[in-house]
C-alpha cells in the first residue's frame, strides 16, 4: 500500500488482486447478496484509492481495507432496514441470493443431485442462521470463519477490545450450535 | 485458567491459534483430560465445517477494470459516491436543510441590506449645506454616523428631523431635506397623520386661526398657484397647499416659539405616507422632498414633489417675502 500511496501503479493492480476475492466474499456473505457485493466490493477498492493518503502506516492494511467494506455493509444493511420498516409488508425489498429458485443453482448434469440439494438447504440454513445473528456477532463470525482473521485482528477493524470479540463469538457460538443443531452431528 | 469455563471462552483463540504458547499448552493439556471441554472443541469444529458449506463466489472478470474505468472517471464518481452513501431520504432531507439555510440567509443578508438600497418605507436625507450633515448626524445612529455622503436613507424609526439654525438672528438657512419616496402607487398609511386634520379656510380667516401672525405668499415662483389654505385642527399650524400642473407643494407653518405645534414626525409621515390630500381632488403623490427652517417667529416647513433644486429656490423667496 505504501508503495502505492507514493505512486507505484501496478503496485495497487497487485493488492487489489491479493484482496478482491476476500473483500468481495466478505461483503456477500455480509449482505448475502452477490450482486450487491460486486457493487460495494468495488466500491471499498475506489475508497481506497480516494483514501489513499490518508492511509497510515502504523495500521496494517488488511484492517484498513475490511473497516472501510465493514463501513459500507453497515450503512447498506441499515439503509435495508430503512426501507424494510417502509415497506406496508414489513419486508425488505432488496432480493437476496436466496429468492433464486433451487433450479437455478443446481446442475441437471449432475450425477448427484440429491447431494447437491442436501448441500444447498444446509447452505440455506447456514444463511438463516447467521442473518439471526446480530450485526455485530455476524461480523465476528464472518471475519473468523470465513476470513481466516484472528481475534485480535477483528478487534481491530472494530475498534474494540479483543474481549467484547470473544463475547461476540461466544454468543454467536452458541446460537448457531442451537439452530444448526440438525447439521452438528457428524 | 483452570475451570472449564476460562478454557471453553479461549477455545476461539485456540482454534485461531491467536494465543500465546503458554496458554496453549495449559488448554492442551486441560483437554486431555476433559472431556466436557473436549466435546465443546469438537462442536467448535463441526460449526466451523457446516459453515463451510456456504461456499466463496468468484469475483466478475472484468470487476477490476470497471473500477479502473471508474478511478479514471472522475464526473461518475461522486454520483456514485452519493447514491451509495445517502439512501433518498437522507438526500432529501439535506436538501431541505440546504434550502431552509439559503433561505434563511436570504432574509438575514435582506434584513442586513446596506439602508443605501431605499424601501417604500424610507426617506432620504439629502444635505443642503455640508455643514447641516454635521448637525444632522449628532442626532442620528452611529451606524449612519460611519457613512461619509451627502444624503442618506433613513427608516421609519430614525431620527428624521433636525433644524438647523445658523447664527443670524432673524432668518434661518433650510436645516435639513427629506425626501420621500418617489412611488406613483399609493401607500397604505399605518395611522393617518395629525396633520391631515383639519379644515379649509378661505384668506380672510387665516389670522383668527391661529395665534401668529402667518405669512401668504401670493405665490411661489417657478409658475406654483395657491390652491388652498388649510387650519390643522388643535397644532395652532397653516396648510397652504400650492400646485403646479400635477405638482404639489405643501408650506406649513407654525409658531416658532410654541411647543403645541406638529411634530418633525408629523411631517415625516406626511411625506413618506400621505399620498391624497384630503378635502381636496388633488392626488398628491410620494410629496418627497421637505426643506425645514425658522425665523423669529415662525416656523416653515415645505414640502413638495418638485425637484429639489425648485424647492430650494422657493425657499429664500419665501424669506424674502417675508422681509
Known sequence: MLAYVNGDEIAFESLYHRYEKPILNFINRMLMNSTEAETHCQETFFRVVRAKNRYESTAPFKTWIYQIALNLCRDRVRRMKHRSHLSLNGQASFQTDENVSLRDTVSDSSANIEKQMEKHEMQGFVKKALASLSQDEHFVVTMKEYQGLKLSEIAGVMNCPVGTVKSHSHRAHQKLAKILAKYMKE | ?323
Request: glycine letters at 4%; proline letters at 5%; aromatic letters at 8%.
Open chain 2, 1 to 323: 485458567m483452570n475451570t472449564c469455563e476460562d478454557i471453553q471462552n479461549e477455545l476461539d483463540a485456540f482454534l485461531c491459534d491467536d494465543i500465546d504458547e503458554l496458554t496453549k499448552m495449559e488448554i492442551r493439556e486441560h483437554l486431555e483430560d476433559c472431556p466436557s471441554c473436549t466435546r465443546a472443541l469438537q462442536q467448535h469444529k463441526r460449526l466451523s465445517e457446516v459453515l463451510q458449506t456456504w461456499e466463496e463466489i468468484e469475483p466478475s472478470p472484468n470487476m477490476y477494470e470497471q473500477l479502473v474505468s471508474r478511478i479514471r472517471t472522475p464526473g461518475l464518481n461522486w454520483k456514485a459516491i452519493f447514491s451509495n452513501t445517502f439512501s433518498r431520504k437522507t438526500a432529501l432531507r439535506l436538501a431541505q436543510v440546504a434550502v431552509i439555510v439559503i433561505i434563511t440567509l436570504l432574509i438575514n443578508s435582506w434584513l442586513q441590506k446596506p439602508l443605501s438600497v431605499r424601501r417604500e418605507d424610507q426617506a432620504t436625507i439629502n444635505f443642503f449645506l455640508q455643514e447641516h450633515q454635521g448637525a444632522v448626524v449628532q442626532s442620528i445612529s452611529a451606524e449612519l454616523l460611519s457613512r461619509p455622503a451627502t444624503h442618506m436613507y433613513i427608516g421609519r424609526d430614525d431620527i428624521l428631523y433636525f433644524e438647523y439654525v445658523e447664527d443670524h438672528p432673524k432668518i434661518t438657512q433650510p436645516g435639513m431635506i427629506l425626501r420621500g419616496p418617489k412611488v406613483k402607487q399609493q401607500i397604505a398609511l399605518i395611522k393617518a397623520p395629525a396633520i391631515i386634520k383639519g379644515r379649509i379656510i378661505e384668506k380672510p380667516q387665516i389670522h383668527l386661526s391661529v395665534n401668529f401672525d402667518p405669512l401668504i405668499p401670493e405665490r411661489l415662483p417657478n409658475g406654483y398657484v395657491l390652491t388652498s389654505i388649510r387650519a390643522i385642527k388643535n397644532y395652532n399650524s397653516l396648510h397652504l397647499l400650492y400646485t403646479k400642473e400635477l405638482d404639489t407643494v405643501s408650506l406649513f407653518q407654525q409658531s416658532s416659539h410654541t411647543q403645541e405645534g406638529l411634530s418633525a414626525q408629523d411631517f415625516r409621515d406626511y411625506a413618506v405616507y400621505c399620498s391624497q390630500e384630503p378635502d381636496t381632488d388633488v392626488n398628491i403623490k410620494g410629496r418627497g422632498t421637505i426643506l425645514a427652517w425658522s425665523n423669529s417667529t415662525i416656523a416653515f416647513v415645505l414640502i413638495g414633489d418638485a425637484d429639489l433644486s425648485e424647492l430650494m429656490k422657493m425657499v429664500p423667496s419665501i424669506n424674502q417675502y417675508n422681509k
